[in-house]
Structure formats: structure tokens, C-alpha cells
């Protein structure tokens, strides 16, 4: 239990910081809409700032209500988070638009109950839409926070586990400001983003700095713990982009694997790397082409592309064929068309790179 004092010094330093010294500045800051709120909190999830920024203007430019984002159709959708990756996080976007728009009038619940009932809302985005637009006494709890209070307090019990979380969750309740808990939440974030970050921290600049357990011990890098690392799968993709006749071959993923809903071209996966001969050999692909009938266009080098628990190494085979092949799955688009539907990032990289 945080004693009293220990409470108000903690809230009177850090509001006077955000109030004096914090100078981060972002479009959703200060707002009360709901909407663009939790539009902003699904868009940072796992992502930075400088990139989410860019998506969250396109967003709002596009879709200025709950309301025209709920009537959008999928694709036009997933097309403008192309990108930002975690696409169960835009398929959940959708879900609880249609929700708010339809079963809700348009309205967000003003509950935590009511905000978790929703898809892809946990207890951070909650907490954050409750706070920020409902003055709900909600501790936000994010990496930024963990950092924070681990640092500050000495706190060294793993934050990766179920034990040290809690411990985390239950000492920002007791921290937090219910007289002003929007002014609060954003303040203990942007000190964990702006001074109190992973690497490097910029103590000098901290307003717990002489109270720091981890300040005073010589921990701050050490601090906050996690139990273990992330161990790393690695996949071996091969795309063939096929071309004739002004289209190419294309398939929407399904399944619950990556990208689920987006599209991609011709895939082989392998268990070991393919030589650049295998690549150019006719029986890899196993299609119905003759080989004859199609050139080579280009094998591209090697693409590594990282994700949380995989490591996707990837080449582009790009041929060019007289005949369009019916190949299980895929269909034949226009070129133009293509242009319009939504591919992971590894793909879109690669077509940048090519135009």
C-alpha cells in the first residue's frame, strides 16, 4: 500500500513537470472525442508515435466519425493501414465501429465495463478512452508507466509476468490522481516516452530524480525486468509474381496466420533456404505454365522482414508468361486494380522499391 505522502509528492512532481516542462505535443492530446481518442490508442498499439502520427491524420481526414469509418468498406480500410502491421488490430478497428455505429447510436460507453465489452479494447485502451474523454479515475498502464514506477520504486519483480504486473497495475491505482486522472495518465506516459525511456534516460531531467530507487542504485538499465526473451521463428518465403497480359496472380490470405486478409502473390514457404537455380527452375513453382512461354523478369536479393516471434526471410521472382495459368486460389487482376488492395509491408517495400 503507497503511503499517503509518498502519493503526493509523486502526483505534485509529476503534474508540476507536465504542466512546466513537458513540451510533447500530439493531434489527440487535450481532446474529449471518444472516437478519435481509441482511434489514436488502437493506432499505437505496438507501434511508434513518429509512424502511428501520419496513419491517425490519414484516418481522421478520411473517416471524421465513427460513423463513416463503420460504412467504409473492408478493403478501403485495410488498404489506408497498410503498413502499420498487426492487421487483427484494423479487423477489430471495423468490428467495434460497426458496433458503436450500429448498437450504440454512435456512442461510446462511458463505463469500463462497457469499454472492454468492445473488440480489441483491453484494460490500457479503456483506461485511456475512460480517462481522457470521460474523466473516469483510470490508471493507464503502458510500457511507458511499467518503466516508470519500476524505476522510480525499485521494483524488480519481472514485468513479463503475471506476478509483477499486477504489483505494477495495483501501485498506479493507488498513485493515481482521481481528481484529474486525464491529466495524470498523460503526464506519466510522456515522461516514460520523453525522459524516463529504455535506453538512456535522461535522469538530469526527471522530477523523481532524487527519489529514484533505481536513480540511486545505479540501475536504470536494468530496470524494469522481463523473465525472458521472445524466442524468434524464422519462415522462408518465396513470392512469384506472375505477369500476362496486363494482370497478375493474386490470393486474399485466410486462416489465422500473419496478414490474415491481406493480399499477396504467389507464395511458396520452405523449411530451409532456396537456391537462386531452384528459384529459376520451372518444377519449384510447380505450375501449369509451359516454360517456354514466360521470361524472366527478376529475382530480387534477399528481404528480411521482423516481426514480434518471426523472422520472415523473403525474394521476389518476377515472370512474364503469354498464357494466364489457372493456379488453386489465386485469381488474375488488373494491374490497376492491384494498386487498390492491401498488402503487408514486406510487399509494398518491395514495390516501392522496383517503381
Known amino acids: 500500500m503507497v503511503e499517503k505522502q509518498h502519493k503526493v509528492w ?7 513537470w ?32 513518429e509512424q502511428g502520427l501520419a496513419y491517425y491524420n490519414r484516418f481522421v481526414e478520411s473517416y471524421p466519425d465513427v460513423h463513416a469509418l463503420a460504412n467504409a468498406p473492408d478493403n478501403q480500410v485495410f488498404k489506408l493501414w497498410e503498413g502499420l502491421g498487426y492487421y487483427s488490430r484494423c479487423r477489430n478497428l471495423l468490428k467495434t465501429a460497426r458496433t458503436i455505429s ?18 480489441g479494447v483491453g484494460h490500457y485502451t479503456a483506461a485511456a478512452i475512460g ?34 504486473r499486477k504489483a505494477l497495475e495495483q501501485l498506479a491505482d493507488q498513485l493515481l490522481d482521481t481528481n484529474n486522472p486525464a491529466l495524470y495518465n498523460q ?39 522481463k523473465s525472458k526473451k521472445i524466442k524468434q521463428r524464422e519462415r522462408f518465403f518465396y513470392y512469384l509474381i506472375l505477369e500476362s497480359k496486363g494482370k497478375q496472380l493474386v490470393r486474399q490470405r485466410k486462416g489465422k496466420d500473419i496478414w490474415q486478409d491481406l493480399f499477396e502473390f504467389v507464395l511458396k514457404e520452405t523449411d530451409e533456404p532456396a537456391e537462386e537455380k531452384e528459384l529459376k527452375s520451372w518444377l519449384f513453382w510447380n505450375l501449369g505454365t509451359p516454360k517456354d512461354k514466360t521470361a524472366l523478369v527478376s529475382i530480387s536479393d534477399e528481404m528480411v522482414h521482423q516481426l514480434t516471434h518471426q523472422k520472415i526471410r523473403c525474394r521476389m521472382v518476377h515472370l512474364r508468361s503469354s498464357a494466364l495459368v489457372n493456379v488453386e486460389g489465386y ?3 488488373d494491374l490497376s486494380a492491384i494498386k487498390q488492395l492491401a498488402f503487408p509491408r514486406l510487399i509494398t517495400r518491395y514495390q516501392t522499391s522496383i517503381r
Open 131 to 164: 480517462s481522457f474523454a470521460f474523466g473516469l479515475p483510470l490508471a493507464v498502464v503502458d510500457g511507458n508507466v511499467l518503466r516508470v514506477l519500476s524505476r522510480v520504486f525499485g521494483i524488480s519483480a519481472p514485468i513479463d509476468l503475471p506476478a509483477g
Open 18 to 49: 507536465h504542466l512546466i516542462e513537458n513540451n510533447r505535443k500530439m493531434p489527440w492530446k487535450g481532446i474529449k472525442d471518444p472516437y478519435k481518442i481509441w482511434l489514436s490508442e488502437i493506432i499505437l498499439q505496438q507501434t511508434r508515435v
Open 331 to 333: 485469381q488474375w487482376m
Open 102 to 119: 450500429i448498437e450504440h447510436a454512435g456512442l461510446f460507453p462511458a463505463s469500463k465495463e462497457g469499454l472492454l465489452a468492445l473488440s
Open 187 to 225: 503526464a506519466i506516459m510522456d515522461l516514460g516516452a520523453t525522459v524516463c525511456k529504455p535506453r538512456q534516460p535522461i535522469c538530469i531531467a526527471c522530477p523523481f530524480q532524487q527519489k529514484c530507487l533505481a536513480f540511486a542504485l545505479g540501475t536504470t538499465e536494468q530496470i524494469p525486468v
Open 10 to 16: 509523486f502526483s505534485k512532481a509529476l503534474k508540476n
